[in-house]
């Protein structure tokens, strides 16, 4: 009888008659049926308010079924679909392990799961689902290109080569796969290859942005120069808006030193009502013109008064016109809601710092947070030096690229395509463990407190990612921070032979991006020496002069617990 029952209210549902759905699912409750039955009542009860708008009833509904069967694979679904979709990620996560572990959780849970991991920036674990997902379901393209997508996200270039292919080899048509592919070819330093593949996926979708963005960043990176990659973008972009291309364009001749020509280019073709357009057009003036950044982060603003991108944009402008009291207003609402965002964090310092608060010198306490640990030589080598000199041949062997990736920091220079924890080259796969004693000294010797650094102790960590940067004379960082770091790094490997002007290529913290002020503190950089220091702190580097290259490897590190 109950499981007749609920075989009718699947049916009204189905049907799209919420209404006596819900007597019937009510009328199976009311007969007392067993602890299965009744948890697959209250899923279907959270079906139906989610269908009808009710998400707060269609979470309770799902946390009272699962409360009952905590493996039951329908409510986990819905539920974690219910988290994903307000943001919370590490939830999703939670109320779907007692349903992941069994031996085949349904597809739709696992993809759940992928995505959580995937907005937590979990790109193992989000590989891991997908890869469950692909021997559990296999033979559709979607599935491989899912799984190529996470491979490449988490820096296996190889394998998200291998299972783009097999989605292209199942008939997938999409040019995201395409995409996919590229990327993962150009990771692997297979630049033709790759640039015939952003070729494919433009031809399969005319003006696909990506894709474009991506083939011409390829191609400044190879060293094209920027009337070329301008005329590269021209010669895709068919079926684009004016105001996109005008982007992207502006985009490469900021990042080439030309934010004035940028600027101008955007004007030109600029969708004044785009509020996406007047953030970039903010973004492209803030180095010269404050008050007109002001004005078009303002224009947008009032377009998309929600669009945190270009509310972020206008706390910069409000920053750069020395407007901080406003500014500061509007960045504690945003961190309200992203309190573990380190570019607001930062953001709010640049404030507290033209308010002369005393909380800015608190936050920055460089003597405490900023750090330089010589590493130690990992096992299998004799001593640093020469761990030091395979290191350095290691990476010369990666840094391929005679330009920067676009909106990066560096400038004269070039940044590796792969991630480096994934090497498998053995002065790289030792790095961690050269590392180690370095970031624990560091760790230790934070102290306790309860400020945005230390709060997050205790959490374990574990790498974001790892490149290297080289640059060459005359090349330097701008002033920028990572805003999904916690602790951010600079390892020096290679430097190069000073021309005698004060401090050339030394570290530099505390010069915002915007207003220009002064740098607190500088740092000598020294071969072997990692210097940590927090995500939050805004650093560059100064130019230099000197003959050779400049080459450092950076990482972030982050605590391992998810969403800590």
């Known amino acids: 009888m109950p499981m007749t029952g609920l075989n009718k209210a699947a049916e009204l549902m189905r049907a799209g008659h919420p209404g006596p759905a819900l007597a019937q699912i009510d009328a199976v409750l009311r007969t007392g049926p067993a602890p299965a039955t009744t948890a697959r009542c209250w899923s279907m009860k959270g079906v139906i308010a989610r269908l009808s708008g009710d998400g707060a009833e269609a979470r309770r509904c799902q946390i009272r079924a699962l409360a009952i069967a905590p493996a039951l694979d329908d409510a986990a679904t819905e539920l974690a679909r219910l988290f994903n979709a307000g943001g919370q990620p590490v939830e999703a996560i939670r109320c779907t392990r007692d349903a992941a572990a069994a031996a085949r959780p349904s597809q739709a849970l696992l993809v759940e799961r992928a995505r959580a991991w995937q907005a937590l920036d979990r790109a193992e674990e989000r590989v891991a689902e997908r890869r469950r997902i692909a021997v559990l379901y296999p033979g559709k393209a979607a599935t491989h290109h899912n799984l190529a997508s996470a491979l490449g996200d988490a820096g296996h270039a190889a394998e998200a080569e291998a299972q783009a292919r097999k989605a292209i080899a199942l008939g997938g048509p999409a040019p995201e796969t395409r995409l996919v592919l590229a990327r993962a070819l150009q990771s692997q330093t297979r630049f033709d290859e790759a640039e015939a593949a952003f070729v494919t996926a433009l031809t399969l979708r005319p ?284 390892l020096h490997v290679d430097l190069p032979e000073n021309s005698g002007g004060e401090r050339e290529g030394w570290l530099e913290f505390g010069r915002p991006g915007v207003p220009d002020l002064e740098a607190q503190l500088h740092v000598q950089p020294a071969a072997g020496n990692l210097v940590l220091f927090p995500s939050c702190m805004w650093h560059s580097t100064v130019a230099f002069t000197g003959q050779g290259y400049r080459t450092s490897i950076a990482f972030d590190i982050v605590p391992a617990l998810p969403g800590a």
């Open 207 to 490: 003006g696909y942005f990506d894709a474009l963005r991506d083939l011409a960043q390829l191609a400044w990176m190879r060293g094209d120069g920027i009337d070329a990659v301008l005329a590269r973008i021209e010669t895709h972009a068919a079926g684009m808006p004016r105001s996109t291309v005008a982007m992207l364009q502006s985009s490469f001749l900021a990042s080439a030193g030309m934010p004035r020509e940028g600027y101008a280019a955007l004007l030109a073709a600029i969708d004044r009502g785009d509020p996406q357009a007047q953030a970039a057009a903010a973004a492209l003036a803030l180095p010269f013109d404050a008050a007109a950044a002001l004005v078009h982060a303002r224009q947008g603003a009032a377009l998309a008064p929600t669009s945190q991108a270009v509310r972020r944009v206008l706390a910069d402008a409000l920053l750069a016109s020395h407007e901080a009291s406003a500014a500061l207003a509007l960045v504690e609402e945003m961190l309200s809601r992203a309190p573990l965002d380190q570019g607001l964090v930062a953001a709010r310092w640049t404030a507290w710092r033209l308010l002369e608060d005393p909380r800015a010198a608190e936050l920055y306490d460089y003597a405490r947070v900023v750090r330089s640990i010589a590493i130690a030589a990992p096992q299998g080598w004799s001593d640093r030096e020469a761990y030091l000199a395979d290191l350095r041949q290691a990476l010369h062997r990666l840094h391929r690229f005679d330009a920067h990736p676009l909106d990066q920091s560096l400038r004269g220079g070039s940044q590796t395509a792969s991630n480096l924890l994934l090497s498998h080259d053995p002065a790289l796969k030792a790095l961690p463990e050269a590392l180690a004693p370095a970031i624990e000294t560091y760790l230790h010797g934070l102290g306790t407190g309860t400020d945005v650094l230390r709060a997050r102790l205790g959490k374990g960590r574990r790498f974001a990612g790892m490149w290297s940067v080289r640059l060459r004379p005359g090349g330097r960082h701008l002033p920028h921070v990572h805003p999904q770091g916690w602790i951010s790094s600079a």
